[in-house]
């Protein structure tokens, strides 16, 4: 009996033996160079398993190990994912062969977040179909326009903020993502859903929507253990049925909207808020329950605060670093709000010209968004410019690496350096596609892209008309920076004193 059992046991290690072989042999069998650091069981990943490193961190030190590969294959865990360092494969996935890599890799279940799982970054077929259009269409140009009626007032708020802070001081010291944080939290909770965010209350609000944001947004060290898990072998998802959204917030969302949307159709006068453009299309005969639209304004929050929050810290902290561009930008502030008779309008938003080139050469330094995962979904021949072929099955991996291609000294010169000339009119035919994508690109391009440089552009240009930003001795120098998932974070935090000019 006991032989038996052995004979069994030996059988069944050979055939887990056998089976691992074939796993990570995958790529060596297909051609493909493959990352060095693998081991049994886990891949590539243990360092980000046992938190030495970050996704990010391993998958850009991989990318730059392999300076003449197009393509190159790693292991999450046993599931082989493919890294793709070429741009005109960057193109062929996100662009060209778009059917074939249609959805993103990040899967939400929606039995556990039916909110999450509606937004346009996670959902697929027809509801991410319909989910963008919607968004699309409250994003459109005239109907930003409306917005900007709510961003302007949020602007009104973070000056007295200020002012405030500054009353008694002649400088204020602050962590920037904490006060962006406070303007992205207001404009969401006014642009969005037509309410007081009580963002710049004097002493911190528990309930308020920037404090809402940071409890959603920086997870406890166990939430992001099982959440990296849960990335890694997404299967687990499918069994722990584990939310992303704390369910505090998924009822708070749902109660403000379902109060608010019976306050205003009822109400006569209109309100330019997302709430209001959300009941216009419905008036077109547009089919949306309330369920859709609780869906479509936590999108809004989730996309609006977090991303535009960090993005702004960056700006501020490159701003802080180099007071020449500060002064040059502040001057082009102050010139067009002149010329647009002193207030801050829509139309002179898009005058701002510098200030795209800034807010375009910090996101390339340090973008919000560092990978995007997408998985292929029919059949495809992905072939690098270096004669490198890979037949791509169903449910493969695709990793697109947008830190490490917005620094590649390949397609950017002295990359470290920050210089916003890199996208003025006369350099910027000169960028190579797909080497810069702080927004995504092809059709799942963030459907939220010109409400989000709408709102960083009037806080800038509210902060700079009258205040300077100068670095404080606690941002720790040489910078940082790790990611919480896929979001840049600095470590320590991005320090500046504010004064009045």
């Known amino acids: 009996m006991a032989s ?27 051609g493909i160079p493959t990352a060095r650091g693998c081991y049994p069981i886990v891949g590539h990943v243990l360092p980000v398993l046992s938190n030495k490193k970050s996704f990010n961190d391993m998958v850009q030190e991989i990318y730059n190990e392999y300076p003449d590969c197009s393509m190159v294959g790693i292991y999450r865990t046993i599931r082989p994912a493919l890294i793709i360092r070429d741009p005109n494969l960057v193109k062929t996935v996100m662009q060209s062969n778009f059917s074939n890599f249609h959805t993103n890799g990040l899967h ?68 920037l993502k904490y006060l962006f944080s406070k303007f992205t939290g207001e404009v969401v909770a006014n642009a969005a859903l037509g309410i007081e ?14 404090q809402i944001g940071h409890s959603f947004f920086k997870p406890t060290k166990l939430e ?38 019976e306050i205003r159709r009822k109400e006569p006068a209109p309100r330019n808020d997302f709430l209001q453009l959300m009941i216009d299309l419905e008036k077109t005969g547009e089919a949306l329950d309330l369920e859709a639209v609780t869906a479509h304004a936590f999108s809004f929050y989730a996309d609006g605060f977090e991303t535009s929050s960090t993005t702004l810290s960056f700006i501020g902290y490159q701003l802080a670093t180099h007071q020449d ?31 795209d080139q800034v807010i375009n050469e910090s ?11 997408k998985e292929c979904s029919e059949s495809f021949v992905l072939e690098g410019s270096d004669g490198l072929r890979c037949h791509v099955k169903p449910g493969t991996q695709i990793l697109i690496p947008i830190q490490a291609l917005q620094l590649d000294p390949k397609y950017w010169p002295d990359p470290q350096n920050f210089d916003p000339e890199r996208f003025s009119e006369e350099r910027k035919g000169g960028i190579k596609k797909y080497t810069f994508l702080p927004f995504g690109e092809g059709p799942r391009m963030c459907v939220g892209m010109r409400m989000a440089l709408m709102q960083m552009k009037a806080c800038l240009a509210t902060l700079l008309k009258d205040h300077k930003i100068e670095l404080s001795p606690k941002t720790k120098l040489p910078l940082n920076v790790t990611s919480i998932f896929f979001f840049l974070s600095p470590i320590g935090g991005l320090w500046v004193n504010i004064s009045k000019l």
């Open 325 to 355: 561009v500060q002064d040059r930008l502040r001057n082009e502030v102050k010139t067009v709000i002149e010329k647009h008779g002193g207030a801050l309008t829509y139309e002179g938003l898009k005058e701002m010209t510098y200030m």
């Open 197 to 210: 965010g009580r963002c710049f209350e004097d002493k911190d609000d528990p309930n308020a929507f920037d």
């Open 224 to 261: 992001k253990f099982f959440s990296q898990c849960i990335f890694l072998l997404p299967e687990l998802n499918h069994l722990l049925k584990i939310r992303f959204v704390p369910k505090q917030l998924d009822q708070l969302f749902r109660k403000i909207v379902e109060k608010n949307m």
């Open 4 to 30: 038996i059992f052995l004979t069994l046991f030996a059988g069944a290690v050979a055939l887990l033996c056998f089976y691992l072989y074939l796993r990570f042999t995958y790529w060596k069998r297909n």
């Open 363 to 373: 996101q390339r330094c340090y973008v919000a968004l560092t990978i995007l995962n």
């Open 108 to 175: 939400i279940e929606a039995d556990a977040d039916p909110l999450f799982a509606k937004n346009p970054f996670f959902s697929e077929g027809e509801v991410w179909s319909t989910e963008r259009k919607r968004l699309t269409y409250a994003f459109s140009s005239s109907k930003l326009k409306s917005l900007f009626v709510t961003v302007t007032g949020v602007c009104e708020k973070f000056k007295n903020y200020l002012n405030r802070r500054l009353s008694s001081n002649d400088k204020y010291e602050v962590e």
